[in-house]
């Protein structure tokens, strides 16, 4: 064998081992960086053959977790397109519906908008047709009932005003006597606020079942006033 012959085998055998060292290295930082932890032991030794340092193996296993993370990110590319597109094909879908239902809207928007201004004219016309029967009902008994009743209205309407403002003075009273009431230290002007109080409280109850009262025949002549209005109109 020749001596050049002999440093070739050596350089090969030099080159085999340090491949094998890189490559033990390797599966250790693939191990480490997937969870499964080698024996101390064996990776002391591991790391001696690679001339690699603890901070060495950290920053790889660093390297090879970033470039796992960008794999499955690059792998999951194709389902991101894909959900991009059903989302892209809905929402092309809406828009289309969109388009259409606009285009109905407008389409039947106007020719409605024309039967409403329609239907709003003839109920202006029969308004004012309804309410010239009652106006020119020439009836005298109908005219003179109609006038007694409005009369009678109108005197209940300025009837209940004055009780509400009898009713508001009463009620205001009673608050002021119970307030009084709770601040008298003596025992019989306490008790005589108190007597106050409720008598002032019985007048307000009082007015306020004479409005009611008045509430229910002011309902009752409306109804008749309308009544007498369909009469009229019927004359």
């Known amino acids: 064998m020749s001596v050049s012959s002999f440093f ?17 290295y390797s599966d250790v930082v693939a191990a480490v960086s997937i969870g499964t932890e080698p024996e101390p032991e064996e990776v002391d030794r591991i790391l001696a053959r690679a001339n690699k340092s603890v901070d060495d193996l950290k920053a790889d296993v660093q390297r090879y977790r970033n470039r796992m993370a960008m794999r499955a990110l690059a792998e999951a590319l194709p389902r991101y397109q894909q959900e991009r597109d059903e989302i892209k094909r809905k929402l092309d879908q809406l828009d289309r519906d969109f388009e259409e239902a606009e285009r109905l809207y407008e389409e039947q928007r106007f020719p409605l908008e024309s039967q409403l201004g329609e239907a709003n004219e003839a109920i202006r016309t029969a308004t004012n047709a309804r309410e010239e029967l009652v106006t020119t009902c020439e009836d005298p008994s109908l ?93």
């Open 8 to 24: 070739d085998k050596i350089t090969g055998l030099q080159r085999k081992r340090e491949r094998q060292q890189v490559e033990q």
């Open 143 to 235: 005219l003179a009932e109609m006038e007694r009743i409005e009369s009678e209205i109108e005197r209940l309407g300025e009837s209940n005003r004055d009780l509400l403002s009898q009713a508001a003075y009463f009620e205001d009273k009673a608050d002021t006597e119970a307030m009084l009431a709770e601040r008298e230290v003596n025992t019989g002007d306490r008790e005589h606020r108190r007597e106050k109080l409720t008598s002032h409280s019985k007048q307000a109850e009082s007015l306020r079942r004479r409005i009611a009262a008045n509430e229910k025949s002011r309902a009752d002549l409306l109804r008749k006033r309308e009544q007498v209005e369909q009469r009229m109109r019927e004359a």
